[in-house]
């Protein structure tokens, strides 16, 4: 079965420095996946879509990357800000519904610290 | 644009209650999604529409569960009886068109079975 795995365990980080979040898909080749932050109490915003095309997506300080062999993406913050504290959720999209529909991973929550 | 509207915020309602969960989507969008987070299975899809019509409902858990959008701006989703397992945060998200792959989610409503 299709399964997607980020680290259920929180990471902690000093403000400044790079965070790196981790998502492994298993059984799945999507044609894109999309990552989205999620704050308590609220529904998931989007962040960023790369294609199966493409290894590397850039958004200001936000850089997603993707590789269909190894069925990873990583998803990278720089000069990390306590703002940056939330969940983020990978959710590579599925080609049994014609690529409409996207299933998501449990999330890993990132804490910045001052 | 306001955004995905839900209705209500918070439900708290008692075993074998029929529960009536809200969605207005964004104007023009042409896909509506409903999802339900829990902390044991994360974000699950459970419905999606394709210009008011249901188009895969493979998620939906049980009979018990039912969705309707009778017309473009408008979807319910509906538990009846409702059971304690169906406590969770259910969101409502919807996507412009095929070619537009993001999705905007609604700010959730929290639904709690006694």
């Known amino acids: 079965s299709q399964k997607i795995e980020q680290n259920s365990e929180a990471l902690n980080i000093q403000e400044g420095k790079t965070a790196t979040l981790t998502c492994n898909y298993t059984n799945y080749s999507p044609a894109y996946l999309q990552w989205y932050r999620q704050d308590p109490g609220r529904g998931p915003v989007f962040l960023l879509l790369?294609?199966?095309?493409?290894k590397e997506k850039r958004k200001e300080r936000l850089k997603v990357t993707f590789d269909t062999t190894l069925k990873q993406s990583l998803f990278h913050i720089t000069a990390s800000q306590p703002a940056d504290s939330a969940t983020y959720l990978c959710a590579p999209a599925r080609r049994d519904t014609g690529r409409r529909a996207l299933t998501f991973g449990s999330g890993t929550r990132l804490q910045v610290q001052p | 644009d306001a955004g995905v509207i839900q209705s209500p915020r918070h439900e708290v309602t008692e075993m074998g209650q029929e529960v009536t969960l809200r969605c207005k989507p964004i104007?023009?969008?042409?896909?509506l999604f409903w999802y339900r987070q829990t902390m044991m299975r994360g974000l699950e899809l459970l419905i999606y529409?394709?210009?008011?019509?249901?188009?895969?409902d493979s998620g939906m858990p049980e009979d018990r569960f039912s969705a309707k959008m009778p017309n473009a701006s408008f979807s319910t989703l509906k538990i009846q009886p409702s059971e304690p397992r169906d406590s969770a945060v259910y969101f409502c998200?919807?996507?412009?068109?095929?070619?537009?792959?993001?999705?905007?989610f609604g700010p959730g409503t929290r639904l709690l079975v006694l």
């Open positions: 790369i294609r199966e095309n493409e």
């Open positions: 529409f394709n210009n008011n019509v249901p188009i895969d």
């Open positions: 998200a919807s996507r412009a068109s095929d070619d537009q792959e993001t999705q905007y």
């Open positions: 104007s023009g969008h042409d896909y």
